[in-house]
């Protein structure tokens, strides 16, 4: 065991910040981007209740999590969590495709703060054209802009996870305050009225397809509370405390989703709205709809949410994202480079600089690469999603007389079946993704930027199998768990 070094991670964080991680990440900025799209697809309260019930299958998820956070605390997440219940190869592949998850929101902060300079800055963000993709016209302004963050978001997080937490604790309560004085200003202005939220759902279709439409995306629009279980062994708290981590970010989430979809349903009858932006060619519908009761007093308002929100995924998953890789390097099935860590600020800082220059594609490919990103994403957290819970399941007996092949099982049946719901959660959401004719299938170009990962993370596992598999289960379990039995 002695020649196999395993660096560790500084515990740094505190309760509220591993909080802000979860609640920020899971936000970013698609509740103020996507209401409009989403409006559009399912009718507000089709959005509302996906949204919502999405945050509850979320948690019932989230009680797997809790569990496997407080009984083996180290960073990792999803991989080590599938390699405890499935073994090495299948925990590469959970850790590959949550990659790809973490990296595409990481790429679709950046995209959106391009997007929001176009709508604040139409004539300065539009300089330098270069072309036009699905509808779209591509700057190299906007494409600086977004290039800028990204490497400004990865510098900061070379400087430390305290740091970032910090940070994103402010930027979080910022935020908050943001979609509450858009909440206010909706309630005192003359035009919104909750009166515009009719019809329900969108006429065209039946309201259940409009409710599992929104749900299908739910794995993207919370992804973030499982950016805990990466900052796990940097905790500078009891394990245990997680789990209550993970439900209030939950919860404070799908309330912030659901304000947003509400204001910015209520400021015109919502077909109306949607009518309106499509004829406009409307670059943000969400800030239209904001303008039409606040002017360009509520622009900023929500111009400076989305910034936090942003700021907040842009942290947050560089964070998760660098941790994710950082304990696949040190399980060697990733090359040496991704265990290093910095030598002033010692963070996995290869890792960072490895999602930033996979991002810095993002922003070549425009507003229409978003909405592909977020399918991409969607897959990649509910592979990460299912393995988890079902490594849970695999942990948890029915009773004390179960037999059971896993040497950390516990006689939980109540967990037990919350973590078997978690694991058909997670089933559903791959379906409603990859099965065709689904309400939420995968589109062309989503399934072709799917296989090109799938094919990179083949390349990455032929390329380092050879050692990886050579290593015994006692010296994994070190390198992974920071223990030779599990």
């Known amino acids: 065991m002695a020649e196999l070094e395993r660096k560790q991670l500084k515990k740094s964080l505190k309760p509220h910040w591993v909080w802000a991680i979860a609640f920020g990440s899971a936000i970013g900025w698609g509740a103020f981007v996507l209401p409009t799209d989403w409006i559009g697809d399912a009718g507000p309260l089709g959005v509302i209740i996906g949204i919502l019930l999405g945050a509850v299958l979320m948690m019932v998820i989230g009680v797997s999590y809790g569990y496997l956070i407080k009984k083996f605390p180290v960073t990792g997440g999803e ?18 495709f949550l990659t790809l998850g973490y990296i595409c929101i990481v790429a679709l902060n950046a995209s959106a ?21 699905a509808g779209y016209d591509v700057s190299i302004v906007q494409i600086l802009i977004a290039s800028l963050a990204l490497v400004v978001f990865a510098l900061l997080n ?72 990466q900052a796990a062994e940097e905790f500078k708290f009891e394990s245990k405390k997680a ?9 404070a989430a799908g309330l912030a989703y659901s304000f947003m979809i509400t204001i910015t349903a209520s400021t015109l009858p919502w077909q109306e709205l949607i009518t309106q932006i499509n004829e406009q060619n409307s670059v943000w519908g969400t800030g239209d709809a904001i303008e039409s009761y606040m002017g360009r007093i509520g622009v900023f308002i929500i111009a400076a949410a989305i910034c936090m929100g942003i700021f907040t995924g842009l942290n947050g998953f560089y964070l998760s994202a660098s941790r994710l890789t950082f304990a696949m390097g040190r399980a060697r099935i990733l090359p040496n480079a991704f265990r290093s860590l910095h030598r002033k600020y010692q963070t996995p800082y290869v ?6 220059g996979v991002c810095l594609i993002a922003p070549w490919f425009g507003r229409e690469a978003l909405l592909w990103v977020v399918d991409m994403s969607s897959t990649g957290v509910a592979i990460a999603y299912f393995f988890c819970t079902a490594t849970a399941y695999k942990v948890f007996k029915w009773s004390e007389k179960s037999k059971s092949t896993n040497q950390a099982s516990i006689a939980a049946p109540g967990k037990k079946f919350l973590a078997l719901l978690g694991m058909i959660s997670s089933l559903v959401f791959l379906a409603l993704l990859l099965v065709p004719g689904s ?5 062309r170009e989503s399934l072709i930027a799917l296989g090109v990962w799938v094919l990179l993370g083949v390349l990455f596992y032929l390329f380092n199998s050879r050692r990886y598999n050579k290593l015994s289960e006692e010296e994994l379990n070190y390198l992974i768990l920071g223990k030779e039995k599990i």
């Open 79 to 96: 991989f080590s969590y599938a390699y405890i219940g499935f073994g090495r190869k299948w925990a590469f592949v959970a850790g590959w």
């Open 113 to 133: 703060l391009a997007l929001l300079a176009k709508f604040l800055f139409p004539q300065f963000a539009a300089a330098g054209t270069l072309y036009n993709i």
């Open 158 to 229: 070379i400087r430390g996870a305290s740091f970032s937490g910090k940070t994103q604790f402010v930027f979080s309560i910022i935020l908050i305050l943001g979609i509450l004085m858009l909440a206010a200003g909706a309630i005192t202005a003359e035009g919104p009225s909750l009166t515009n939220l009719t019809p329900a759902f969108e006429p065209s279709k039946p309201a259940i397809a409009s409710i599992l439409t929104i749900l299908a995306v739910a794995p993207f629009a919370y992804v973030g509370f499982d950016n805990i279980p």
């Open 243 to 251: 789990f209550g981590l993970i439900i209030w970010s939950l919860i």
């Open 351 to 356: 890792g960072i600089l490895f999602t930033m």
């Open 439 to 443: 309400p939420a299938a995968l589109g």
